[in-house]
């Protein structure tokens, strides 16, 4: 074989190899933007059922911004709350409250628990009334009750109601106020798990190991900020079924009941002891 020969079958030997370690090469650059294709997908997907998720979770602090028409709105009390609202000489928030939430979509009636030493004036009863019926629509309008207490007592807002025509109850004081579309969300919320309270303003407690286990130490905001959890839901604006004020009107022993009336300030934890501590959710 000549040199020329040898040259000839050298370069086509080293053209093939070339010509495969392209291939080779292309091959694996096209699985790879392929790959690099599927992961951007899949991460795409990810982050737009986080962002989803995140907006759920997060719409009853930041006030809902769905469309409510899209809640259900039945006309049964089942689909709907009762606001049991605690005031106490303070008509102008009260006045203020009322008018906001006479015109939540999904509300059937007020209980305002009224413990003052006199009764309501004529003049609130008259303004009331006249906002409540300003707000009613689709022929349902919203009944205003006014629950008259002879003693001022924190009892007095657990009490049992008697004619309260729905199964699920907002308790709210007269100085909190939520944007319909937030309380709508919590009612919705609460509906998927009814024997829980729902609400907006959760707590911490926990054993006082210094003073043994039948001790607690109650933590506030702070505390559920710090520890990133919670234990309970204050009644202040909270959801829950009307079950509990039965419960809590027949079966709370009298001493503490007394208890509560002489020490407001630790109501809250006798009132808790009647749920599940992990069964709360917060909005």
């Known amino acids: 074989m000549s040199n020329r020969e040898k040259v000839m079958r050298g370069s086509l030997v080293v053209n093939r190899r070339t010509d495969f370690k392209l291939r080779q090469f292309g091959i694996a650059t096209l699985g790879s933007v392929k790959l690099k294709i599927l992961l951007c997908g899949c991460i795409l997907l990810i982050l737009l059922a986080v962002g989803n998720r995140n907006r759920e979770c997060s719409s009853s602090l930041l006030g809902w911004t769905g469309d409510v028409a899209s809640l259900d709105r039945s006309s049964s009390p089942r689909g709907r709350y009762a606001i049991v609202m605690n ?110 309270m729902v609400g907006y303003v959760p707590r911490m407690h926990w054993v006082d190991e210094t003073k043994g286990k039948d001790k607690y130490i109650y933590g506030g905001w702070w505390s559920v900020w710090w520890t990133g959890t919670y234990s309970m839901i204050l009644s202040k604006a909270a959801f829950f079924h009307k079950k509990y004020l039965k419960l809590y009107t027949d079966e709370m022993p009298t001493s503490i009941k007394e208890y509560i009336t002489r020490n407001r300030s630790l109501f809250i934890y006798y009132y808790c002891r009647l749920f599940e501590f992990s069964s709360f959710y917060a909005c």
């Open 87 to 196: 005031t106490w000489k303070r008509y102008d928030l009260l006045k203020k409250s009322i008018s906001h939430y006479a015109s939540c979509p999904r509300l059937e009636s007020i209980h305002i628990i009224w413990s003052e030493p006199d009764p309501p004036p004529d003049s609130l009863k008259r303004f009331l009334n006249h906002i409540v019926q300003l707000n009613s629509r689709n022929g349902h309008q919203v009944e205003l009750i006014f629950d008259i207490n002879t003693e001022d007592s924190l009892n007095n807002r657990f009490k049992e109601i008697k004619d309260l025509k729905t199964d699920a109850v907002f308790s709210i004081d007269d100085d909190v106020i939520f944007h319909c579309s937030s309380v709508e969300f919590a009612f919705t919320v609460w509906q998927s798990a009814p024997d829980t």
